[in-house]
């Protein structure tokens, strides 16, 4: 955890990547939008100086109160900052904040961002009992948090390795046992070392066991509405890198009713949804494209099937680029940002 | 008011109060007395014995070749198995019927089944309709459930149907139209994870003979049971026979010991500490650290964070599963039981031992901390001989150095911050204290 807030160190709105995850996010709350109606909602999140998430939470989904929470010290910049006068920026902890928000706001479904500059650690778990134990039917839970193996793991050379050392048992140590996917968990090796998850897999890992931590503490909660037992239905699995690797894990607070409508809006996103209809890892890391390379690229998409032709026409076009990274580019293409510089 | 029916003897003929058993009890009532798990874990059982009639002879690994497979979701829930079926003629007589009949034919040698109602309670705990589909040696057939047509009608009898018979033998239990609290949990993945840990855990000696559980995609890991071992440590061995029963009791060093009490303790840290008690290689408790074995029982100590990295395991053997302490769920054990009462008393025996030393190795707790360090790591299942419990020999230190607490409060950020310079993000606040401590000596003090 750097001592420098992140929105001291890049602006938020120009990372590409953070941009895409941010539109994927958007565009299922959008299409729910359409059938359960978000005009009772309010919106919660870490506006920072920013407010990216906030802006279209506004402009996309018609949200007219909006709660930024912000540490005291720099709250006085935020509120200078904060784009719409629905926005209110709180000052001080996010647990603190979020408990002291009277029950009127709490009765009222929310769309809840928290998007911690940070690592998964007590507190924010903390912060997520309190959110799933609140929120009202139709309300969405999301978090990000660091996805990197490295911000988990100790950096201990000596003896053998404990199962608490690893990456997977620190995050065990935050979610419990049975949020950690069997497959994932430590394994001795002869020595008598557990052996960690393999970097490239840890981000996928950690989406997995929060949403399975989220699903569970609603499920044990049993809280009901009307006589629905409510339930938590994850929709993003998501993981982005631009400085940095960040995943991005949430869903919904529904009755079984209302996750029927929620799933056929995660539907309309095959990017999002595995074969079965369930949210599925989604890895956004493209490199920065330049404008005359997306032209040239759009100018070939939509295609079909496979990347073979869009590859075919891109070397044709004399492009440069891996072909990895075209095919990344075709994924997302339709969310992919351009950044212009302008003189005011 | 005079009754005439009185006679001379005091009482008057015989007379009938009703005492039949009502199906609902059996669909509503002992469904609530186990979890979900340990009616899963009942067919599990049946399984196993299953195979156990049929070893593969002259191996160690006597289940190899063996496999159960369980897969769920909201919707359905099935278990099968290629261990052998049931034979119709059990079927027909004495599988479906509820609470084992007098003139049962005698069970597996060893085995785990033992009541006759896992099935039933495990299919009524889980749904409202079932298919039992069986393949043995003498018939195939099916049995088909509807739970609510069954709770109607006078008989209590089950029909089936004779099926085609299929290249293996095996059970197949496919239950649907899940009950409501059951189906929470099928769809609850963390339920999923824990019950893949928990067979790993309760089963483990079945996998270690070679059986083959899955649970959806996923098979079931081994799970080591082992024991700390060096010059200084070495764990207890007790065995002894007790009215056909077997009984061996080990006991020793599974981690490592605390210096002090921790601020909090999340159950994860502590799930290997405690008592085990295995009957029939089934683990029946796992890591007990209550009143089901001995803490806080009779006087004894109530389990205390002290003993930490303490592991005990009671192995019960029996070739008639009846003489065995567990109760019909198979989680607890028979506190009246004479053999779980006199297997106690050995048990607090040897514990007091690990408790005295855990006090002694205060007096002088780096000497305790190298003396305590492993050489090996022992599987129980290798423990086999008796031998006392070894533990260092702790001497009081001649001159100990004097020791003061520091004690102070900082923002918790700032923590965060250093936790994370230090490359260790779950190291705890007072393990910041002492690291920070430490550099000041050094660089500072060059010490």
Known sequence: MSATPSFERFDYLLRTNKHIERRLVFDVLCAADQRIGFSEHWYLGFGSMWFGDFRLAHRLLGINTLVSMELTDHAARAKFNRPFAGVTVEAGESGAIMANLSQETWNQPVIAWLDYDGYLNNEVVSDINLLLDRAQPNSAVIITVNGARGTYRGRKASTLTARNETSVGVVEGFLGSGSIPTRCAPQQNAAGAYIDVPEAEFPEFLTEAIADYMQHHVMASAREVEGDRLRFLPLYRLHHRDSADMVTVGGVVVTEAAAVIWQQCLRQHPILVDANGAANYCRIDLIPVTVKEKITLDECLPDIGNNAPLLAAARAAGLALHDDDIAKYRKFYRHFPVFVETTM | ?447
Not at chain 2, 191 to 202: H, S, Y
Not at chain 2, 219 to 228: A, F, G, H, I
Not at chain 2, 350 to 355: A, E, G, K, L, M
């Open chain 2, 1 to 447: 008011m005079a009754n005439n029916d009185i006679d001379e003897a005091g009482g008057s003929s015989p007379k009938r109060i009703h005492a039949d058993a009502t199906k609902d009890f059996f669909v509503t009532m002992i469904t609530r007395d186990i979890s979900l798990r340990d009616c899963i874990f009942d067919l599990l059982d049946n399984a196993i014995d299953g195979a156990r009639r049929k070893p593969a002879a002259g191996t160690a690994q006597p289940l190899n070749g063996y496999e159960v497979r369980l897969t769920f979701d909201s919707n359905t829930f099935r278990i099968g198995d290629n261990c052998g079926g049931i034979r119709l003629s059990d079927a027909i007589d004495y599988a479906f019927h509820f609470g084992r009949r007098p003139d049962s034919p005698a069970d597996v040698k060893g085995g785990i089944g033992l009541y006759g109602i896992g099935m039933k309670r495990a299919i009524f705990k889980v749904g409202r309709k079932c298919e039992v589909t069986s393949h043995a040696d003498d018939a195939s057939f099916k049995v088909l459930i509807d739970v609510a047509e069954w709770e109607v009608k006078t008989e209590w009898d089950f029909e089936y149907q004779d099926i085609e018979r299929a290249a293996g033998l095996g059970t197949t239990i496919e239950i649907s139209d899940i009950n409501d609290g059951a189906r929470e949990l099928l769809e609850d993945p963390v339920f999923k994870n824990e019950l893949l840990r928990d067979i790993a855990r309760d089963y483990a000696f079945f996998i270690h003979q070679g059986l083959t559980i899955r649970v959806g995609d996923d098979v079931v890991p081994s799970y080591k049971y082992q024991l700390r071992q060096s010059d200084q440590l070495a764990p207890s061995v007790e065995q002894f026979d007790d009215d056909g029963v077997k009984v061996r009791i080990l006991a020793g060093v599974v981690d490592d010991l605390p210096d002090d009490i921790p601020d909090e303790l999340k159950p994860d840290k502590v799930d290997r500490y405690g008592w085990f008690v295995i009957c029939n290689d089934r683990v029946v408790l796992a890591a007990d650290k209550g009143l089901e074995t001995i803490w806080g029982v009779d006087g004894f100590n109530v389990w205390h964070p002290q003993y930490n990295g303490f592991a005990g395991f009671v192995f019960f053997n029996a070739e008639d599963q009846r003489k065995l302490p567990w109760t019909t769920t198979k989680r607890e054990l028979d506190a009246s039981s004479p053999l779980y009462r006199r297997t106690i008393a050995r048990m607090k025996s040897v514990t007091q031992v690990f408790i005295e030393y855990t006090n002694r190795r205060k007096q002088d707790l780096p000497a305790a901390r190298a003396a305590e360090m492993p050489l090996v790591q022992v599987e129980i299942s290798e423990l086999q001989q008796s031998q006392p419990f070894k533990l260092p020999v702790i001497s009081a230190m001649s001159t100990r150095p004097s020791m003061v607490n520091i004690s102070y409060q900082r923002d918790r950020r700032e923590i965060e911050e250093i936790k994370s310079h230090l490359g260790s993000i779950a190291m705890s606040a007072k393990d910041v204290g002492i690291k920070t401590f430490e550099y000041y000596r050094e660089v500072e003090l060059g010490k």
